[in-house]
C-alpha cells in the first residue's frame, strides 16, 4: 500500500464514484460524494478508484473535497489494472461504491460494501454478502435500466433515485461497517 501512497495506519475506504460508460446515470451525484468523505475523513484513509478513462471525473470530485478529506484521500484513479485492483479490494476495510464492476469484484471477495442504486434494481444486481448495505429508492419510475431495454434509458427527473440518498444516511452505514465485525 505505501507504494500507492497508503500508510494502513487507518481504515481503508475506497470509493468508487463512477459507473462505466454503459449507464452514467447510475453515479450518485459528485457533490455528495464529496460530502461523504468529509464525514469518513476523521476516521479513515479514503482512495479513490478509476479506470484510466475516469480520471477527469475522479478529479472532478476530488476538486469539490474540503482540505479535511483532501489529506484523507489519494486519488487511484488509472493507477490499478485489473489484478491490481482485486489485490486492492482484499486489503480494503469497506468499498462505497455505486452500481458497477468493482461492487462485484467486492462482493466476490466477501468485501463489506455499501452500494448506492438507482437506475437498477439491486434485487437483481446487488450484493449477496454479510456486512453490506444498498440504498435504492423505490419510485415510479424505477428501476429504469433493464434487460428488457438493453439498459438504455432517459432520465426526465434528474436522477432523483440517487440524488436523494442521504449522504447522512450512507456515512452511518459506512461507520457501521467500519466496526469491527461481530460474531
Not at 455505486?98 to 439491486?122: I, Q
Not at 449477496?128 to 434487460?147: D, E, M, N
Request: hydrophobic share 45%; with cysteine.
Amino acid at each position: 500500500l505505501r507504494d500507492l501512497g497508503i500508510d494502513g495506519s487507518r481504515p481503508l475506504v475506497a470509493l468508487n464514484v463512477n459507473a462505466g460508460e454503459t449507464s452514467l446515470l447510475r453515479r450518485w451525484p459528485a457533490r455528495s460524494f464529496a460530502e461523504l468523505a468529509e464525514l469518513l475523513a476523521p476516521r479513515a484513509t479514503l482512495a479513490f478508484l478509476g479506470s484510466p478513462g475516469e480520471r477527469d471525473y475522479v478529479a472532478s470530485v476530488l476538486a469539490l473535497l474540503g482540505p479535511r478529506a483532501s489529506a484523507a484521500s489519494v486519488d487511484l484513479a488509472g493507477r490499478l489494472g485489473p489484478d491490481d485492483l482485486v489485490a486492492f479490494l482484499e486489503r480494503c476495510s469497506l468499498l462505497i461504491t455505486n452500481d458497477s464492476g468493482p461492487l462485484h469484484l467486492a462482493a466476490g471477495l466477501g468485501r463489506p460494501t455499501v452500494a448506492l442504486f438507482g437506475p437498477e434494481t439491486p434485487s437483481r444486481y446487488g450484493p449477496r454478502v454479510p456486512r453490506s448495505w444498498v440504498f435504492f429508492w423505490v419510485l415510479a419510475c424505477s428501476p429504469c435500466l433493464s434487460p428488457d431495454n438493453a439498459k438504455k434509458a432517459f432520465c426526465a427527473f434528474d436522477q432523483r433515485c440517487l440524488r436523494e440518498i442521504p449522504v447522512q444516511d450512507v456515512a452511518a452505514a459506512a461507520l457501521e461497517l467500519l466496526e469491527p465485525a461481530r460474531v
